[in-house]
């Protein structure tokens, strides 16, 4: 069963005649059918036209079956909402109303998503009610009365240095009855910027959506240029990828493992991880001469090529930071007070996290076994596997112990190609882009799954490039899990979640 | 508690050396750019045409802004003379925006100490309060790292602390996005005079890959008065930490 959509692999393109464009009753109807069936969203989104928007939504089949599924409708200026019987598309229908003027009927929690100006010409749905600008976190948060019940705010600006966000906290004494959070602070209108690209400057603005996702979100814009323009990647550049994109993972699993020890005060780990992240960040730079891989994924390949002296460093160096992280962590393991700090905090029962499509470790700490470096694989990750991780216990200590598991996949993984790098080029040139079709590209970064959906027009330009960060999946994740817990957990949950701002505003 | 202090042992001590000793950089590390003009066909632009932010000006004398520059090196790579290299000098913050322009053929000059009462008041002591502005994440992780025990930049007596009432200056992140404009300036308006702001990263400076979206400002000069430049996308902690010792006068 296909639910009416059409199926292909992930990196792959088509043209955009061959989308099927059904009614709109038979479109969410199917929607909500193959939801049902096990089906999860990866993307919907809209692109305006004079009268309304079209709708696209991707979806992403049962683990197992490795394929996507695409169809869209054309609406006018309304379309059912679909959110209250299907939480995981509540967020992707606010956006449709806020980029194309749009509105879901019966939304349940109709607000604004990133307080930006729609796409095309007109005023937002909020502008009235604000006086006529639209200021970032001015909206009807929800609200709890009652007897002894206060708010707390906090942000856009905290306390570290951290991105900007604003967080309400309907409290009854020190225990959380809510939480709701607004973004947008960050909001620097990259999709507006994709509009007709690419230009030379695309490349860069990928690499920064999410500046400690580079490699992830790098790597799906090359491969929807890759198949845009009819060419491939080389074993040897995809292998150099991969190893990217791992290093990319173990930085950030090492460094939130650190956050996570500092917000329970335990100091040696929090110091030494704080240090070995550097250390991983420090290996990317040898590859490409920086610290967040800025220059190195460019579509047909790499920009720097991995050599011997450069590959043997780095098997030197990861095995000396396997040992450094293998000892500090296990810290962590040995010490009861720590552990009872981290067991029972912040539980995201497995059914939530599926009803709101939770991703990545946030997923996979909720037991949902999803990685689309299995489900869905793309470059090295189709002839060399990594094991996926999953955790039953859905809390703060089963988000930890899972980074930890999954940063000794990822070792073993560079380890082993680190010694193979298939020899030949690092870098096809790349063609022009192919008019009218549609790429989708999908990759699992440290956070979770990443998706970039490409629709170029008669030129070969973009008429729009939609970009799905892990955090859009996850914030309400976050919301979740302050549920009846204490006001003071809330560091601990938020580091253990560790979500991008940026990756969210885009 | 036993195997705490034997992890620790075998953790050993990893503050560097730096500024006693230099601080190594990885080889294909891209720092200040080096131009030899003599390399550089009549006319040729092709370094300039490269550069997708405008950063360098081959009308004229060769130059390069480093503040618009996310050396990329997409410039070195277009140079058909090999005229253009990035060396793995980190020493790249300025006091002022012009002075971030390299000219070829003249030695860059990064940015001196705060004068007189300034100094005094902030040479032994200096806090101060983060604002991401619009970016990408990337200039604060990396200004994150200064606080841990590799960098250490407690020992310099400078600090990122909680509250801008508690701080002497702004260090500003990202192109100043309009939703964060308003922040931007309540916090600046919160520090207590008188008070420094420092900007880090090409999109604080000018925009970094953002410039001129309608929804950035392109960066926080404009918005508040400016009394460092560190360039870079993301800079490295070097280049921060030798921005900031050099403002206060440790590194000269």
Known sequence: MSFGMKTFYNGTSFLRGDIPMPDNDSFFQSVLDAISAGWRVCSYFGVPNAEGATLYCIMSARAGRGVLGISATTVGRTFPSLAVVCPQLHLYEREIAEQCLVRPEGHPWFKPVRFQKPLCAGDGFWSATDGGGLLPAVMDFYRVEGDEVHEVAVGPVHAGIIEPGHFRFQCHGEEVFHLEIALGFQHRGIERALIGAPTPRTMHQMETIAGDTTVAHGQAYCMNMESLGGIFASPRAETVRGIALELERLANHAGDLGAIAGDVGYLPTSSFCGRIRGDFLNMTALLCGSRFSRGLLRPGGIGYDCDASIADELYKRLQSAREDLAGAVELLWNTPSVMARLEDVGIVSEKDAREIGLVGPAARACGLNRDVRRDHPFGIFRMSQIPVVTATTCDVAARTRLRWLEAERSMDFIDEQVRHLPRGGYRNQPKGVASDRCAVALTEGWRGEICHVALTDERGCFERYKIVDPSFHNWNGLGLSLRNQQISDFPLCNKSFNLSYCGFDL | ?252
């Not at chain 2, 000059?109 to 983060?130: C, H, T, Y």
């Open chain 2, 1 to 252: 508690m036993l195997k705490a202090i034997m992890a620790r042992f075998r953790q050993g001590h990893r503050t560097m050396k730096y500024p006693d000793a230099p601080q190594p950089l990885p080889p294909r590390f891209r720092g200040l750019p080096l131009m030899d003009v003599t390399r550089c066909d009549d006319g040729c632009r092709e370094c300039a045409d490269a550069c997708p932010y405008g950063a360098i000006s081959a009308s004229g004398s060769l130059t390069l802004d480093m503040g618009k520059c996310l050396f990329c090196a997409d410039c070195a790579v277009a140079c058909p003379h090999d005229a253009l290299t990035f060396s793995t000098d980190a020493r790249l913050a300025s006091r002022s925006r012009k002075g971030l322009t390299v000219v070829a053929g003249e030695q860059y000059q990064p940015g001196g100490a705060l004068e007189g009462e300034l100094l005094r008041l902030f040479g032994r002591s200096l806090k101060l309060r983060e604002v991401s502005a619009g970016g990408c994440n990337a200039c604060e992780a990396d200004t994150n790292v200064l606080s841990t025990i590799g960098w250490d930049l407690g020992r310099f007596g400078i600090q990122f602390v909680a509250s801008p009432r508690h701080a002497d200056g702004m260090f500003v992140t990202g192109p100043v996005s309009e939703n964060m404009r308003l922040a931007l300036l309540d916090t600046y308006a919160a520090i207590p005079e008188p008070k420094l702001v420092i900007v880090a990263g090409a999109c604080a400076i000018n925009g970094g890959p953002f410039k001129d979206h309608a929804e950035v400002h392109n960066g926080a000069d404009g918005c508040v008065p400016v009394d460092l430049y560190i360039p870079g996308c993301p800079p490295s902690p070097l280049t921060i930490l030798d921005g900031l010792l050099r403002l206060v006068d440790i590194v000269q």
